[in-house]
């Protein structure tokens, strides 16, 4: 008669084996700063483990720790119970410990099968069996239920597609333990289920899942366990049915979700931007106003038309019907240059694509619309140069050593603040924030949050884009939901539930 097998552990794993990786006062010390001060943490078999924590936490120091990029500065790692050096990322990849990074690091020109077999190439002879690859590509896609072409070029695929093909590289690798790093960042809703379903059978099948998040809201609904980090200590770890929101955002910023969310509530000026049945490519016949003092948001699944319509308001797509009007008056606006020159500014969806000379410093790029200003002659001005940048770094908290370090070295939510910062310095009448919080912490949310506060203050208006819906939903003044590029509902300030947004964006 066969065994019944044992029942898991609750968060996974069986109740007599042990963890399959603890960590016992792991640390990590750059000179005299700590990143990672002394901590303690065992990881249970075939579990989902969030980490939460602001950016400059520690996360990301831990990442590196569990990959071998970067080597302890002390304490001890256990896999299976015998201590393991992961002096480098082969060891660790021998080992089963895998990880796919918020920002893809795979080859953009070549195909999505040779991404996926980068290193285990077929051959025959000497020669790739591309045929065979891509068929056998295609089934692992089609088996883990991402529906992306195998034969195509990845650099032809968006960034959220990106990122599917990156997970699935790493999950075929042998790998019993694979952390994800912001991986819904630039995912749609429907490729966002289908990682999940995936994360739901690698644990299934086993795999030991770390996840980490700003979405408070994903780590309820995949995770077993949760911990946090804060100013690179570990400050408690928690069963997910025994904690909440509320207490998740305490441990890691000491502030109450009302004061992430606060909203001031400024007197409406005049209106600056008018559209009146205007349509473009990906949008039709969309009519909103705009006025001083004013969040209008736009909420809508991905590629419901939201961005594709304000890109159109700032010049970079033509409009093929409608009008739009700047302060009362009729604009044909052709390019950016116009739109800036009106008194617009656009702070792009994909800041690290479309919002950042990544490999200039932070005092460039705060200085990029401006440089016209500091001119003199033909000769910059170093003095005021290094006075604007400065002022931004020290106004917006950007957590940097200097304004000479390249923008690539700064984490997500103080490249965001860079973004920011070069409109703010540029000065504008209307600021158009395109998911201007993905990827970055609850804490820098609200740092943001309350610059958009203050913009209004001086009599700005906003065009606040967002497929997070408890953002729209509690800053927005007027809130217009997309859907498959037209718009299907306007409503003011909480006068309709969460609910039934979302059922105007989906169309139920």
């Given at each position: 008669?066969?065994?019944?097998?044992?029942?898991?552990?609750?968060?996974?794993?069986?109740?007599?084996?042990?963890?399959?990786?603890?960590?016992?006062?792991?640390?990590?010390?750059?000179?005299?700063?700590?990143?990672?001060?002394?901590?303690?943490?065992?990881?249970?078999?075939?579990?989902?483990?969030?980490?939460?924590?602001?950016?400059?936490?520690?996360?990301?120091?831990?990442?590196?720790?569990?990959?071998?990029?970067?080597?302890?500065?002390?304490?001890?790692?256990?896999?299976?119970?015998?201590?393991?050096?992961?002096?480098?990322?082969?060891?660790?990849?021998?080992?089963?410990?895998?990880?796919?990074?918020?920002?893809?690091?795979?080859?953009?020109?070549?195909?999505?099968?040779?991404?996926?077999?980068?290193?285990?190439?077929?051959?025959?002879?000497?020669?790739?069996?591309?045929?065979?690859?891509?068929?056998?590509?295609?089934?692992?896609?089609?088996?883990?239920?991402?529906?992306?072409?195998?034969?195509?070029?990845?650099?032809?695929?968006?960034?959220?597609?990106?990122?599917?093909?990156?997970?699935?590289?790493?999950?075929?690798?042998?790998?019993?333990?694979?952390?994800?790093?912001?991986?819904?960042?630039?995912?749609?809703?429907?490729?966002?289920?289908?990682?999940?379903?995936?994360?739901?059978?690698?644990?299934?099948?086993?795999?030991?899942?770390?996840?980490?998040?700003?979405?408070?809201?994903?780590?309820?609904?995949?995770?077993?366990?949760?911990?946090?980090?804060?100013?690179?200590?570990?400050?408690?770890?928690?069963?997910?049915?025994?904690?909440?929101?509320?207490?998740?955002?305490?441990?890691?910023?000491?502030?109450?979700?009302?004061?992430?969310?606060?909203?001031?509530?400024?007197?409406?000026?005049?209106?600056?931007?008018?559209?009146?049945?205007?349509?473009?490519?990906?949008?039709?016949?969309?009519?909103?106003?705009?006025?001083?003092?004013?969040?209008?948001?736009?909420?809508?699944?991905?590629?419901?038309?939201?961005?594709?319509?304000?890109?159109?308001?700032?010049?970079?797509?033509?409009?093929?019907?409608?009008?739009?009007?700047?302060?009362?008056?009729?604009?044909?606006?052709?390019?950016?240059?116009?739109?800036?020159?009106?008194?617009?500014?656009?702070?792009?969806?994909?800041?690290?694509?479309?919002?950042?000379?990544?490999?200039?410093?932070i005092g460039f790029n705060l200085n990029l619309p401006i440089y016209d200003r500091l001119t003199r002659g033909i000769t910059i001005s170093r003095r005021e140069e290094a006075e604007r940048a400065d002022r931004q770094i020290q106004d917006l908290a950007i957590k940097t050593p200097s304004r000479r370090s390249v923008a690539s070295s700064m984490s997500g939510g103080n490249q965001q603040k860079i973004v920011i910062g070069k409109w703010l310095n540029h000065g504008a009448d209307l600021f158009i924030f395109d998911e201007p919080t993905v990827g970055v912490?609850?804490?820098?949310?609200?740092?943001?949050?309350?610059?958009?506060?203050?913009?209004?203050?001086?009599?700005?208006?906003?065009?606040?884009?967002?497929?997070?819906?408890?953002?729209?939903?509690?800053?927005?003044?007027?809130?217009?939901?997309?859907?498959?590029?037209?718009?299907?509902?306007?409503?003011?300030?909480?006068?309709?539930?969460?609910?039934?947004?979302?059922?105007?964006?989906?169309?139920?």
């Open positions: 008669m066969v065994a019944e097998p044992e029942a898991p552990a609750a968060g996974g794993g069986r109740a007599d084996e042990g963890p399959i990786l603890e960590l016992r006062e792991l640390k990590k010390n750059y000179g005299p700063v700590q990143a990672l001060k002394p901590a303690t943490l065992a990881f249970r078999r075939a579990e989902i483990h969030a980490m939460v924590g602001e950016n400059g936490a520690g996360k990301s120091t831990l990442i590196k720790l569990l990959t071998g990029v970067i080597r302890r500065s002390g304490g001890e790692i256990f896999w299976n119970g015998k201590t393991v050096g992961l002096d480098n990322p082969q060891e660790a990849i021998d080992l089963g410990i895998n990880a796919v990074h918020q920002e893809v690091v795979l080859c953009r020109h070549l195909t999505v099968a040779a991404n996926i077999f980068l290193g285990e190439e077929q051959t025959w002879h000497g020669l790739l069996k591309k045929r065979e690859m891509t068929h056998a590509a295609q089934r692992i896609l089609d088996d883990m239920g991402f529906h992306l072409p195998a034969g195509a070029l990845l650099e032809t695929l968006t960034i959220g597609q990106q990122q599917l093909v990156a997970t699935a590289r790493a999950s075929l690798r042998g790998t019993k333990f694979l952390i994800f790093d912001e991986p819904t960042a630039y995912l749609t809703r429907q490729e966002a289920a289908q990682l999940f379903a995936l994360i739901r059978r690698l644990k299934e099948s086993g795999v030991t899942i770390i996840y980490i998040s700003h979405r408070l809201e994903e780590v309820f609904e995949l995770a077993d366990r949760v911990s946090v980090l804060r100013d690179g200590t570990m400050v408690g770890t928690r069963d997910i049915h025994e904690t909440n929101e509320t207490e998740l955002v305490t441990l890691m910023i000491n502030r109450t979700i009302e004061q992430i969310y606060h909203k001031e509530h400024v007197a409406f000026g005049e209106t600056l931007l008018e559209t009146r049945h205007l349509s473009g490519k990906g949008f039709n016949d969309v009519s909103i106003a705009v006025r001083r003092g004013e969040i209008v948001g736009l909420y809508g699944l991905i590629g419901a038309g939201r961005s594709e319509f304000a890109l159109s308001v700032f010049g970079r797509n033509r409009r093929a019907s409608g009008e739009i009007f700047w302060k009362g008056e009729p604009v044909d606006i052709h390019n950016e240059r116009q739109a800036i020159a009106l008194g617009i500014a656009l702070a792009p969806e994909s800041r690290r694509d479309q919002g950042l000379n990544l490999n200039l410093p912490d609850v804490g820098t949310k609200a740092e943001i949050y309350r610059l958009l506060g203050e913009l209004l203050k001086k009599g700005a208006g906003i065009i606040l884009i967002s497929s997070y819906l408890p953002e729209v939903y509690e800053l927005a003044d007027t809130l217009h939901v997309f859907r498959a590029g037209r718009l299907v509902g306007s409503n003011p300030f909480r006068t309709v539930s969460h609910e039934d947004v979302l059922a105007e964006a989906i169309g139920v």
